[in-house]
């Protein structure tokens, strides 16, 4: 810090070349192996994250893609505070988060999906009331903040009841209450609608919105469902093997990885023979689906207008889900090049 | 301080409300307890039906450690067993991560949040046992063996504490010990008796590997009078560093933990 003038201008978040790797032990199966290794022991570097950079702005939600093993959690998790990086630097209000200041950790959460900060056995207010004494809230705020999150999540009746004795659904929404009672300013949202019905994600995502627009929070939040992604933020930053792929705005990231769109067309009668329009994505009767390349979607149109009987047609984007899959399988199958695409529909 | 001994508080105040849901524990606790007493009573009944003094413990004095033991072991298994079991578990699920997040000294929050309140049965039959004790010894104890028995019980505490403390911390690096604390919990079982009575191999185990006798033989010397200055000093030099080597201690585990966990 240069300055302690407030800095209105300054991100919430900022990343710069981030790094992370681990040495994990390598092993050759094998009793021998394995005795050979209790005293030369091969260590192999994983990288986790590999030099990613990107800021946040105060108040800004931003969605954070990529899947399973991508480095997802280990950024949060250097983010919040909880490893040390290999390289890089990242400054969230200022602090640095693994030198773990007391002024830092105030002002930031951290919700995890899949592991549960309420204890068990005692009832859910009384899991609050020890973040109370943590956090050192005073009366009238936690009180205020309290009737505010039970409001918002509708926490009524489930602050009696013992965590044990709740659905996942109820649980994830005192464990969100839980973990903004002390109102940070920064929340670090790992995958929390994970394992959620539709109804519960829906609730959560809305509670999610509120909550920082209320409060100018700055949320980072990983999912693996995209739609809690579309509903909450209007930015993403895509990371794949530990490095950052995009980072922009949703729709964006469907105009750079998708060179497709999809039409699709109520017919009067079944037709056939429309391969020679585009790739065949369905055919329901006579309402058909098909995927072309985004430059020649307006000629595919003309000519489908032009020789079918076409009683509606629509030109959408692939839905994102589906974009992304193909981001992320990428190099598993190596993707057809777009000019071949091209060549297909032009013969046609 | 004053704000750890709050949420010591608020930790205590939650653990009884909650217990007293289950009165039935209540129960299991009293039978518990006393049938550790009558164990232990039996124990000196049968040595002293054949003499009358045990590596020169009387038995009134005998009595008085087997309170210290009774008194220490409550203390202990009041909040510090189970907030480390419960610390070790943290570390097991990767939940350890809420509490390292919390801006409070991490350490002193993973030491007090698991509190046994039946295990306060134990302290106050300790207490009973040391009163009796002293109403058989009379005359012998004045304020001098009161204060040198208060503050070499401190030390006690503090020792096993951390003790139990640099136990638990290994769990950062072998994820697996479950059974670390239930093997101190027996070697902790030879403080019933006088460390005097144990050859000297054993006694020097239990005094230095093990720091049992500092923890229950050197307080019960105090209340008894017959506290050398090697023990008392030993005792406190005990509880000054050992605390310090498990603060050590903690700050390489955590940074192994956020070095290498993923």
Redesign the interface.
């Known amino acids: 810090m240069t300055s302690t003038l407030p800095d209105f201008a300054a991100p919430a978040i900022r990343v710069r070349d981030l790094r992370k790797s681990y040495m994990v032990p390598e092993r050759e199966s094998g009793l021998r192996a394995s005795v050979r290794s209790l005293w030369n022991r091969q260590t192999r570097e994983v990288v986790a994250v590999g030099g990613i950079s990107f800021d946040v702005a105060p108040g800004e939600i931003v969605g954070f893609l990529g899947p399973n093993g991508a480095g997802k959690t280990t950024t949060l998790k250097m983010l919040s505070g909880l490893l040390y990086p290999t390289g890089g630097e990242a400054t969230v209000l200022g602090h640095t988060p693994w030198q773990r200041g007391k002024a830092y950790l105030r002002q930031m959460t951290l919700v995890m999906g899949q592991r549960n900060q309420l204890v068990w056995d005692i009832p859910v207010s009384d899991s609050y009331e020890l973040n109370r004494a943590i956090y050192r809230i005073p009366d009238a705020e936690y009180h205020e903040t309290l009737a505010e999150l039970r409001d918002l999540l509708d926490l009524g009746p489930l602050l009696t009841k013992p965590a044990r004795n709740l659905s996942l659904g109820e649980r994830m929404k005192c464990e969100l209450g839980g973990a903004l009672l002390h109102r940070p300013r920064v929340l670090f949202l790992d995958e929390p609608t994970l394992g959620l019905d539709v109804t519960a994600q829906r609730r959560i995502r809305a509670f999610i919105a509120e909550y920082a627009e209320r409060h100018n929070a700055t949320v980072l939040l990983t999912s693996h469902y995209m739609a809690d992604v579309e509903a909450l933020a209007a930015r993403v930053i895509v990371i794949h093997h530990g490095t950052l792929l995009f980072d922009g705005v949703l729709a964006g990231l469907v105009a750079r990885f998708s060179p497709h769109k999809l039409l699709t067309v109520d017919l009067e009668h079944p037709v056939a023979g429309l391969e020679r329009y585009g790739e065949v994505v369905s055919i329901d009767d006579v309402r058909v689906t098909l995927r072309v390349p985004k430059g020649s979607a307006a000629a595919a149109t003309a000519r489908l207008l032009a020789d079918l009987p076409v009683a509606d047609l629509s030109v959408t984007d692939p839905p994102i889900d589906e974009v992304i899959d193909r981001v992320f399988s990428a190099d598993e199958e190596p993707e057809v090049p777009a000019s071949a695409d091209e060549a297909l529909v032009t013969t046609a | 301080m004053p704000?750890y001994l709050?949420?010591l508080w608020?930790?205590l105040r939650?653990g009884i409300?909650?217990e007293l849901q289950y009165r039935t524990n209540l129960g299991v606790q009293l039978i518990q307890s006393f049938m550790g007493l009558a164990t232990s009573l039996l124990g000196l009944g049968v040595i002293f039906s054949k003499t009358d003094n045990l590596a020169g413990w009387r038995p009134a004095e005998l009595l008085a450690i087997v309170g210290v033991y009774s008194l220490v072991s409550g203390l202990t298994q009041l909040i510090v067993r189970p907030s480390l079991s419960r610390f070790m578990e943290d570390i097991r699920?990767?939940?350890l991560?809420?509490t390292?997040?919390?801006?409070?000294d991490a350490q002193m929050?993973v030491s007090m949040r698991q509190i046994e309140v039946w295990k306060l049965v134990d302290v106050i039959v300790g207490i009973v046992v040391l009163a009796v004790a002293m109403v058989q010894l009379g005359a012998t104890i004045g304020p001098a063996e009161a204060v040198l028995f208060v503050i070499a019980l401190l030390a006690g505490v503090t020792i096993i504490y951390s003790f139990l403390m640099i136990l638990a911390i290994c769990a950062f690096w072998f994820v697996k010990l479950d059974n670390i604390l239930q093997i101190f919990q027996s070697m902790y079982e030879a403080g019933r008796w006088p460390i005097a009575v144990y050859p000297p191999w054993l006694r020097a185990a239990l005094t230095f590997l093990v720091p049992v006798g500092f923890a229950i033989t050197v307080p019960a010397e105090g209340l008894v009078g017959r506290m050398t200055i090697g023990s008392i000093l030993g005792a406190v030099g005990l509880a000054i560093a050992l605390p310090l080597v498990a603060r050590w201690f903690w700050r390489i585990g955590v940074?192994h933990y956020?070095?290498?966990?993923?």
Not at chain 2, 258 to 262: H, L, M, Q, V
């Open positions: 704000r709050h949420l608020v930790h939650l409300l909650n699920l990767g939940t991560d809420f390292l997040t919390k801006p409070v929050l940074r956020s070095g290498a966990s993923a």
